[in-house]
């Protein structure tokens, strides 16, 4: 059994496999230009204009958020009293943590 071979000694791809390439690359490439004809061309539904109220609805939710985040990070509360969970603020909080870990960082 001889397997023909080209001039590097190489099998030689047969005439089938070039062409199952060369559709499979064309086959790829019309694939991606129907996405992007998708994706750019084909127009989108209108939409409606956003409604002021809504609007001045989710700025105070989100005002309301940020203050109650604000109020969190900077007092005293009890988490959870069973388990002895308290909240501090952030700055005691560093002002506790940040000493012991120069001391930690120093001792090594």
């Known amino acids: 059994m001889s397997d023909a071979h080209d001039l ?63 109020e969190l990070a900077t007092s005293y509360g009890v988490v959870d009293q069973t388990k002895g969970v308290v909240r501090i603020p952030i700055e005691r909080a560093m002002e506790l943590v940040v000493p012991r870990l120069n001391e930690t960082e120093s001792s090594k």
């Open 8 to 70: 590097h000694g190489a099998p030689e791809t047969s005439h089938s496999n070039l062409m199952l390439s060369i559709l499979g690359a064309l086959g790829t490439l019309l694939l991606f230009a129907l996405i992007i004809v998708i994706a750019y061309y084909i127009p989108a539904k209108e939409r409606e204009p956003v409604n002021a109220e809504i609007v001045s609805e989710r700025q105070a939710t989100l005002a309301e958020l940020k203050a109650k985040e604000t």
